[in-house]
Each structure stands twice: as C-alpha cells, then as structure tokens.
C-alpha cells in the first residue's frame, strides 16, 4: 500500500472496474430479490447538492441490501417531459416554444435532454452510485411513452379517466393546467375593498373583496341565510360597479358573515369557493381573464394582465366614489411551484383522473405500507384527506407524452388506438381506422394536450419491472400481467403529495395493490443563508457537486450525507465532510499497519484465541448485531455511528495498542499467541471494511483488492456478504476480563500523561490493587500483555483498599500504582 491514499487515481479506476466486472449487475439466481423504485431526476439544469444527498443515501441501502444476500435491482431513470424540460430546454438555447414549430421544438429537447443526461450520469458513477445502467430509462422514450400510454387506455376503459370542461388551475405564466398537487400557499401583501353595488331602488350594498379586478365575472352575490341584514334581499338582483349588469342575491350557509360586511360576490373564479358556489347554484360562467393572464377585450381593462388590471380598476371606483373603505391585509394565495405566479382558474376542455369518490380506499392502502420514517404516513393521510379535486392530468405543452385520442366532430366520440399501436402522437399521425366507428364520419381532430409529467412518472414501479422481465405485458387486463409490489421507494417529503401519491392510485385503480412494500422518506438540504430547501436556483457555486467532488473526495461528500435522519432537513456541513476525511486516512493507516501482519493469515480458526482476542471478535459481533437492526429500519445514520464507536475505540484505540507490543516482538510470544492475533486481525479487518463498505465504497474496496481480493476469491467487496464472513463470537468472560485491563492500561495512559512522559516511558514496576481474588488471576495470566503495551519490566498484583493510583519517579525510572 502506498504512504498516502490517492482518492482521485482511485475514483476513475474503480468506476470503470465496476462496470468492467458486472459488479452491480442484478444476477437473478436463488437469492431474493430486492427492488428498487428509484426517483428519476428532473432533467431541467444541472444537478444539486440536495441530489447527491438523498441519492447517496438510497445507494447506501442498495449497497447494504446486496451485502445481505439480496439480489438487489437498482435500475435509474431520468424525467426528461414536461414543462420543466422545456422550460430548462428554452433557458439553454434562448428561444420560446410558442415561437417555434411544434415537431422542431420537441426535436430540440430531445437533443438537449439527452446531452444533459449524461452529464447527470457522469456525476452519479463519480459519486458512487451502484447502479446497472444496462437498467435505464427515460420517461420520454417510445418504450416509455408506449407504456403510459398504454397505462392512460386501460384506466380510461375502467371509467377512472374522464375529459370534461370543468373549471381547472391555470398557470398563465406557464400557459398549461396544473393539478392540486402543484400548489404551494404564498403568503403575499393586499388589500380588503369595500365596494359598492346598488339594488333595484338604487341603495347601496357594500360587498367586500380582495379581487375588485373580477368584477366583470361577477355572477352573483351570497349572503348567510340567518343575515338578518340581507334577508329581504333574497330573490333579488344587484347592479354591478363600472360593469353595470345586473347579478341575483342569494343565501348559502357557507358564507361567513362575520366576514367583510357579510355579503360577498361569487366571480367566475376568484378561487375555490367561487368554483363551488358556481356548480352548486348552476350559475353561468363569465370570464374576463383569458389563457395569457390577461384582461378580455369585452372589458375595459383589455390588455392589462391581473395585477395592474387590480390597480386600474380600483382608480376607476375611486373616481366614481364606489369604495368606501380599504385595508391593508396580508394572505395566503394559491401559487404554481415551478414559476411561484399566482394561479387563476378557467374553463377548458381537460383529462381528469378521478380520485375523489376513492379517498376511503386510498388512505386504507397507506396502512398496508411500511412508511420511514413512521411519522411521514401522516402527510399522505393528511394530503388525502384534504382533496378538493380530482387529478387533472392534461397540459397545454408542447414536449410530453401526447393523449392516444382523437375526437370526432359531428358526434364528438373519443377514438382510442389499439395498444399494438403505441406509441402514438396524434398530431403527426391520423386516427388509423380512418372514420370514427359511432357515426361514420371521416371528420375527425387529433387531442392536442399532453400528459402531466406525474402521470407517467406513476407507473415507474410498471417501467422499471419492464426493463427487467421485457416479455412482461401490463394494461392488457390479464392476470399475467399484475407485478408485485416493489421492495422500496425512496423519495424526498415535499413529493408524498405527488409522486407517492400518484403511483399508490395508478398502483391500485390498474391492479388493486400497493405499488412498493416499504416507502423511504429523505429530509432536503437547505441552504446556509435562508435555511430554504436546496434548489438550482438558490444553490451556490461553494455546494456545487462538481466544485465539491474536486474539492474533497467522492467518500468524504458520502459521509456527509449518512449523517442525516430520514425525513428531516439538514444543511450541509463543511466540518463533516472534512471528518469524513480524516476517516478515510485513518482507515487507510490502520489497514497499512495491518498489511505485513496478516499478508499469510491462514483461513482456520485456531484452537485457542486468548482473552484479546476473545474480546475483539464478541465487541465486532455486538456491532454487527446493532448495525443490522438499524439498517431493518433504514437508520443507516444510526448504523454508522456504531461502525464508528468500534473502529475508532474498540479496533483503533485499544486493540492496535494492546496487539503492538506482540506483533514487534513476536519472539517473546507463545507461536499459537501470535498466528491468533494475526487471524483476528485479519478477520475484524475485513468486517470493519464491510460494514464501511455501504458508505464509503471506494476507500473500502481498493484496501480490499490490496489485502483480501485474492483470498476471498471475490472481484469486489461490494460482492462479498456478510453472511459468510461475519459469523457471530460471544465471549462474554472475555469481555469483563477486558474490561478491567483497559482500565489497567487507561489509567497507566493517563498517570504518564499526567506527568509529561510518552506513553512509551518504561516502567519498573506496576502494583495493581484489586478488591477480587478472581480477577487477580485473570490478571497474571495476561500479565505478559499489560507489561508489554504499558513497557512495563514487572507486574505485581495484590488485595487492597483505601488507595489510589499514582506514579512514583526515583532517578530515572518510574513505577506506578494503579487501583481497579
């Protein structure tokens, strides 16, 4: 081994080794399989460092799965459709897609995509992921596109899907449909209007609003039944301000009076309310904001878009004296997540997928899986519980999975294709019958919306499960055709609403269960400033992954990010990278130390291992006992903390020191003494670069290539298991008997110190005092291990009280007293 550890010449060796040698490669034989739904990367930038960290940590647990006797399935893919694509496509090339033809526009981003996903797998092999790229996808792929297409004909001929002009989130800044679930609550300044309408004997009524911009969709105005205030009112209609038509007044019992002055407008829309006000009472539909956020021509803020039209029209009332009082207030409003704009809500034509009327059976499937952490189901079932609408899955997009339909305009029938034919863009491709099969017409328009980025990342557990067993059909109601549930998925929290939410209903409206066993929640990265989730707008070029990876090595990064705990936030920390340094040399150091002493080891165990070594092989096992029973609870945190605890202390701090006196004077040792000292080295050595091996895979297999390789007769140490090397010791004897020799050998350590010598200081004698016969004995029989690591001439030991431990100095040797 070399003086220094070369992490760099490491790196690039081992990545192309592995893939070289197959050693990720999924070899289905008798072993349990062990599967993995693994999050596909927005492909809309560059990668942050909120990546590597919840990726890293679902590689540890795929690497720890395979070292348990798992055939583990780790496929990868990358979410490459969508609206975030194009906008990230449009941003990298300085155009926009309205501008452009639509066939030249989607040929754009799929150069451009798969440019950018190789980037982001150049960076996920430096860091270490152990994945089989033979298992890759993209969700924009024919072999993806087929299959979600596929998936959206099944569900429509289960009646799950419908299309209906409904009233929808709007996005005018992204110019799409968006679905509940891409909501975020922004807290923003406004202001409260009182303004005022007249009846029909022209007296005023005083509505309050926070949208006096909507005026010109104003259908009605609402009142609490038992507002004694407007109960004569009931049946009547209202002039609008500046609009100047006429509305009904109407009672419902979901109008709070104590609000505003208690009589309210219902505008088509204002917000939710408004949408059921609008359904439940069938009041007409009266837009006035079109696709663009901006006014329509019939009004007089034609052109504006929402907010200035708010500033002119409330210029407007105040000329005409029609607000007679305002406040500043402070609220939350509905947001879109990816552009932060304030939505709206319109009218058009969209694909639905109904979950409403099957809340019940939704929140029942959360209780079949196993949730870490436990505390996370609770944002599923609230999510659940909350739903106001069903899942709109239509967008106005360009670059995405289009909708296998086409419409026919004299009967307005839906055409479907056969699923031999998919995948299919009815835009380029005509409806293959020809004529429409409900009224013979020839008349017929291809569905110009594209699918919601969600509903094709839903079925991945349907994607991947293909991409290992090919031959397998899905969507063909056929019972062959049912996969099992995955073994996991991981994912970040802020996506349950969406990504967990979304393939636990396609899971079960296409086969009735549960699309992964065990779902694994993973905390964000904030950023130091803010203490904001980590995203590639907020990060800075000092957390950038690829000035990291040149900063520090790839297992130095990955240490970092097993210090988190699942489902909680965490900043990154400078300081624990650093750590994960100073380990990787000490690992580097104890293992060159241990090379020329265990180069020969034979594989036997001997028949007497001594009281030390005893010891050493019951402290590996009760780690390895604490390391897997965090691991059953993918607490791969808390498991290296006690990989930790054993090297540094146990391994590094006591046994190297007690062994060293032994191994550099082998002739003063018993022979048998010696060849155990160095098979237990040996054997701890390689379970102590196991049980690192999940977190730090490259530091762990070059010393093992170096040291082991040839005689465990393994390529990698990613292919060991711990079944065949970690066999369980128990010395419990042992154990107590060492106990009181590394107090022995502590207190000798601090008496030296305590007095400004080595630890190497010779000592002429040493008194032990014990209070138990019994241990006196156990003492003299590893008296030649206490001389030896305290450079001790003699040892006495005897019976006694009422002293303490000390160190006496005469001329120029020492000898001290020690009391246990």
Avoid at 228 to 236: A, D, F
Avoid at 308 to 332: C, F, M, N, P, Y
Avoid at 406 to 415: P, R
Avoid at 618 to 632: G, H, I, L, P
Wanted: charged letters at 20%; proline letters at 5%.
């Amino acid at each position: 081994m070399d003086a220094k550890y070369n992490p760099q010449q490491e790196e690039v060796f081992l990545a192309r080794y592995w893939i070289e040698n197959e050693i990720y490669k999924p070899n289905q034989t008798d072993k349990p399989m062990y599967s993995i739904d693994t999050p596909p990367p927005t492909v809309s930038g560059s990668l942050h460092l909120g990546h590597i960290f919840s990726y890293t940590q679902t590689d540890i647990i795929a690497r720890y799965k395979r070292m348990s006797g798992f055939c583990v399935y780790y496929p990868f893919g990358f979410d490459d459709n969508g609206l975030a694509t194009e906008r990230f496509v449009e941003k990298q090339c300085g155009i926009q897609s309205n501008k452009m033809q639509r066939k030249e526009f989607i040929e754009l981003c799929l150069q451009q995509t798969e440019l950018a996903e190789d980037d982001f797998k150049l960076l996920w092999q430096r860091i270490g992921l152990s994945i089989d790229w033979n298992y890759s996808y993209r969700t924009i792929s024919d072999a993806t596109r087929a299959l979600s297409q596929a998936s959206f004909l099944d569900l429509y001929r289960k009646g799950y899907v419908y299309r209906a002009a409904q009233p929808a989130l709007y996005c005018s800044s992204c110019r799409t449909t968006i679905a509940q679930a891409e909501l975020d609550d922004q807290e923003v300044p406004s202001c409260f209007y009182d303004i005022v309408f007249k009846d029909k004997n022209n007296n005023s009524l005083v509505v309050g609003t926070t949208r006096p911009e909507l005026l010109f969709s104003c259908v009605a105005l609402l009142y609490h039944p038992d507002d004694i205030r407007y109960k004569q009112l009931h049946g009547q209609q209202a002039w609008v301000p500046i609009a100047n038509y006429q509305v009904p007044i109407l009672a419902d019992q979901t109008v709070v009076p104590e609000k505003g002055t208690g009589l309210v407008m219902c505008c088509t829309f204002g917000d939710r309310t408004d949408i059921e006000w609008y359904k439940k009472l069938t009041l007409p539909y009266k837009p006035s904001i079109n696709e663009y956020g901006k006014f329509m021509d019939h009004t007089p803020l034609a052109g504006l878009s929402v907010l200035d039209g708010r500033v002119k029209i409330v210029e407007i009332l105040q000329q005409s004296a029609l607000i007679t009082d305002q406040k500043k207030i402070t609220h939350s409003v509905n947001v879109h997540e990816r552009c932060k704009r304030q939505i709206e809500f319109l009218i058009v034509p969209q694909w639905f997928i109904s979950v409403m009327p099957y809340k019940k059976e939704l929140l029942a499937l959360a209780d079949a899986i196993n949730w870490y952490p436990a505390f996370m189901k609770a944002r599923y079932i609230h999510w659940v519980e909350n739903l106001n609408w069903d899942w709109c899955i239509s967008r106005q997009r360009h670059f995405g999975i289009p909708f296998p339909v086409w419409h026919c305009t004299e009967c307005k029938a839906i055409l479907t294709p056969e699923q031999k034919e998919l995948p299919v863009d009815p835009q380029e491709a005509p409806y293959s019958k020809n004529m429409c099969a409900h009224c013979g017409s020839r008349s017929i328009e291809p569905d110009t919306d594209i699918m919601d980025t969600w509903n094709t990342s839903s079925i991945t557990p349907y994607i991947v499960l293909k991409l290992l067993h090919p031959e397998m059909r899905y969507f063909v109601n056929d019972s062959s055709s049912v996969i099992e549930p995955m073994s996991m998925r991981p994912q970040a929290h802020d996506i349950i609403r969406t990504w967990a939410f979304y393939t636990i209903v396609k899971s079960w409206m296409h086969d009735k269960m549960i699309p992964w066993q065990s779902i694994v929640i993973s905390g964000h990265v904030l950023s130091s400033a803010k203490q904001e989730k980590l995203s590639k707008s907020l990060e800075n070029s000092s957390t950038n992954p690829q000035n990291l990876l040149n900063q520090y090595c790839a297992d130095a990064i990955r240490y970092w990010t097993a210090s988190g705990r699942l489902g909680h936030d965490i900043a990154f920390s400078d300081a624990q990278v650093r750590i994960g340094n100073k380990l990787i040399t000490k690992l580097w150091n104890a293992f060159r130390f241990l090379l020329p002493h265990i180069a020969n080891v034979e594989d036997d165990i001997p028949s007497k291992l001594g009281t030390l070594n005893e010891w050493i092989l019951t402290q590996s096992t009760e780690c390895f006992d604490r390391y897997q029973n965090y691991f059953s609870e993918y607490d791969f945190s808390l498991a290296l903390d006690a990989v930790e605890a054993f090297f540094w202390k146990q391994f590094c701090d006591n046994y190297l020191e007690l062994v060293k006196h032994q191994l550099f004077n082998e002739a003063e040792y018993d022979k048998d003494a010696v060849r155990a000292t160095k098979w237990t080295m040996h054997t701890v050595g390689l379970r102590i670069l196991q049980l690192y091996a999940p977190y730090l895979p490259y530091i762990t297999d070059t010393i093992y290539r170096q040291l082991y390789k040839d005689s465990m007769n393994e390529l990698s140490i990613h292919r060991t298991l711990f079944a065949k090397t970690c066999r369980p010791y128990s010395f419990p004897h042992s154990n107590t008997i060492m106990d009181s020799i590394i107090h022995i050998v502590n207190q000798a350590r601090k008496l030296k110190s305590e007095n400004k010598l080595s630890l190497n200081f010779p000592l002429e004698l040493i008194t032990i005092i014990v209070q138990d016969s019994e241990l006196m004995s156990h003492i003299a029989n590893n008296e030649q291990l206490i001389k030896g690591v305290m450079h001790a001439k003699h040892i006495a030991c005897q019976m006694g009280t009422g002293l303490i431990s000390r160190l006496d100095m005469s001329n120029e040797s020492a000898s001290a007293i020690i009391v246990i």
